[in-house]
């Protein structure tokens, strides 16, 4: 899994079947450094099922599993290499354990 | 997933008994996560119809193989999906762009 921000939606018509209904986030990854969460330059598009807004910090799945966020029996036939499995609160970056508060700060 | 454009298309008379009947498109990633190649573009299968020009969704490694149907074709991205329009920045209350 990694941590990102949820920059925008993608609008998609004509799709695999795969796909179901669900929404298609853009995601921006974020990488630490110090105490401190920063973009990294790399967007992956990402399924959403739970629904993750604009400027939320998400974290994503990644590769075959990301199938398993859906719930079974519905995500039998999806196929999806990237998926939102959780809206992350808050975090503890550095050893102190200070928790920074991802959902009231801009970053 | 990516983000990518449909930049041309790929034709082949010989090929693996697997990749059979399926359209090869060749996509040039807008966003690339932490690419396998030093390229810039990728070969994906095309099930959905996309065109030169357009924007499309490509699902790579394992579940992209498994958009044609089988786990034996040598595949490792398909397209899924034909992109519309990508909104970003705040959207309207009820969700619509």
Redesign the interface.
Known sequence: MMLGRV??????????G??GHRK?M?VA?LAREGDRLFPTG??????DDIGAQ?GNVVTVSW??G??AVFAPPDNRHV????AISRIVDAITLDESGRVLNLQHEEG | ???GQVVGTVWATRKNPNLERLKLAIVRP?????PPHDVDHLVAVD???AERGQDV?V??????R??AGTSAAPIEA??????????????TEDGT?
Request: hydrophobic share 55%.
């Open positions: 920059i925008g939606e993608v609008w998609a018509t004509k799709r695999a795969a796909f298609a853009l990854t790399e967007v992956v598009v990402a399924l604009q590769g075959s990301a199938r196929l999806v290499d990237a | 997933m990516i983000l807008h966003f690339w996560y932490n099930q959905v119809g969704l699902c790579v490694g394992q579940p992209g498994w958009m398909s397209i899924m999906a034909i992109v519309d329009r990508v909104v970003m920045g705040p959207s762009p």
